[in-house]
């Protein structure tokens, strides 16, 4: 019952910076302002001095040293009867190399050796079934709404916008073409986040490039644009993406060339350009920066869809009640993870006692 230990929430951030506001920084700080009991600490963190007993723990992106070292975190949060989600939003293939090796030397252990995932969406859900069998999935969705701008699409220059996170394959296969609309179109301006090799292929007179920025500052370079460019090729890890950047595009009114992966499966009919190869992104992008109306149209249809369905408000009751939910079921879920992690004999339930409830609810 959650009245004999009510639901508190402990959140780690392993690894700060501007992907984790979406997923982390802007719910949890929602749910506090609700006046749930919800902490957030950020690397480096002690877990006997930040996690409290009898307290749901949710770790983004956890990366220890070893296998064992990941058991040892399981084992020392049932003790004090905790229940362990590893917040995990993104395909394991996905992830940069560096990041990769250690993972596949733990057998990816941050996301078998846990309570369950903490994770983004159904499909990504279902790849790591094989690992873990218990998800939570909560979509990614949109904090701040501006006001609709559809004023900036009639000014000039046309300010295009690149800001896909290791997409490499995706934008050499559209850097020629796009560098020849640029000769061609001698006062289009391009913006660049993150890809280096990107930039360097495209004429240094138009070109804008940033290193990866605050979220604050990306979505203040966004609003400036008209247009952006969400190239994603077809791919299992690609498909099991969330449709996010599609969701800041409408909501910042910047009209959009998706696909042909993941984001035709989300978008409602004339919200976006979706393109069925990469190599149509560019074409597409030239006949929307050419047809004022068109542009104008889809921001609309794209605003509208994104500030119905996708504000975070809205998700936050259904949010709560998950993790309400989940609580109240610890025992059980416990009791979960020791059936399938049977390997130890030091992995025994939890009792009643210890984890501090009276009934399994």
């Given at each position: 019952?959650?009245?004999?230990?009510?639901?508190?929430?402990?959140?780690?951030?392993?690894?700060?910076?501007?992907?984790?506001?979406?997923?982390?920084?802007?719910?949890?700080?929602?749910?506090?302002?609700?006046?749930?009991?919800?902490?957030?600490?950020?690397?480096?963190?002690?877990?006997?001095?930040?996690?409290?007993?009898?307290?749901?723990?949710?770790?983004?992106?956890?990366?220890?040293?070893?296998?064992?070292?990941?058991?040892?975190?399981?084992?020392?949060?049932?003790?004090?009867?905790?229940?362990?989600?590893?917040?995990?939003?993104?395909?394991?293939t996905l992830f940069p190399k560096p990041i990769q090796g250690p993972l596949r030397a733990m057998a990816l252990a941050p996301l078998e050796l846990c309570h369950g995932l903490h994770t983004s969406t159904a499909r990504l859900a279902e790849a790591l079934r094989p690992l873990q069998p218990l998800a939570l999935v909560l979509e990614n969705s949109i904090n701040d709404l501006p006001t609709m701008d559809l004023g900036k699409h009639n000014a000039q220059p046309l300010r295009l916008l690149v800001a896909n996170q290791n997409r490499s394959r995706?934008?050499?296969?559209?850097?020629?073409?796009?560098?020849?609309?640029?000769?061609?179109?001698?006062?289009?301006?391009?913006?660049?986040?993150?890809?280096?090799?990107?930039?360097?292929?495209?004429?240094?007179?138009?070109?804008?490039?940033?290193?990866?920025?605050?979220?604050?500052?990306?979505?203040?370079?966004?609003?400036?644009?008209?247009?952006?460019?969400?190239?994603?090729?077809?791919?299992?890890?690609?498909?099991?993406?969330?449709?996010?950047?599609?969701?800041?595009?409408?909501?910042?009114?910047?009209?959009?060339v998706c696909g042909p992966e993941l984001y035709n499966r989300w978008a409602p009919t004339g919200t976006s350009q979706l393109i069925e190869d990469i190599n149509q992104v560019v074409p597409a992008a030239q006949a929307l920066a050419a047809n004022l109306a068109a542009r104008r149209r889809q921001v609309e249809r794209a605003y509208g869809w994104v500030s119905q369905q996708w504000p975070l408000r809205t998700q936050l009751p259904y949010r709560l009640w998950l993790y309400q939910k989940l609580w109240r079921h610890r025992l059980a879920i416990d009791a979960r993870v020791v059936e399938r992690l049977n390997c130890d004999p030091s992995l025994r339930p939890m009792n009643r006692w210890e984890f501090g409830c009276e009934a399994q609810g």
């Open positions: 019952m959650l009245a004999d230990r009510p639901l508190r929430i402990e959140v780690l951030v392993n690894s700060p910076g501007p992907h984790d506001q979406v997923r982390i920084r802007d719910p949890f700080n929602a749910l506090q302002g609700l006046g749930v009991d919800c902490r957030i600490h950020e690397r480096p963190f002690r877990f006997n001095s930040c996690i409290r007993p009898h307290s749901l723990v949710i770790w983004q992106r956890p990366l220890p040293e070893s296998r064992q070292r990941q058991w040892e975190h399981l084992q020392w949060l049932r003790e004090r009867g905790c229940l362990l989600l590893t917040e995990w939003d993104d395909h394991p995706e934008h050499l296969a559209i850097s020629q073409a796009l560098a020849k609309w640029a000769a061609a179109e001698p006062s289009l301006q391009l913006l660049v986040i993150g890809d280096r090799d990107l930039a360097q292929r495209l004429p240094t007179n138009q070109l804008v490039f940033h290193p990866t920025l605050p979220y604050c500052m990306y979505k203040a370079l966004l609003a400036t644009c008209q247009i952006a460019l969400l190239p994603l090729e077809a791919s299992e890890a690609n498909a099991c993406k969330t449709p996010i950047k599609l969701l800041e595009c409408a909501a910042a009114s910047v009209a959009t």
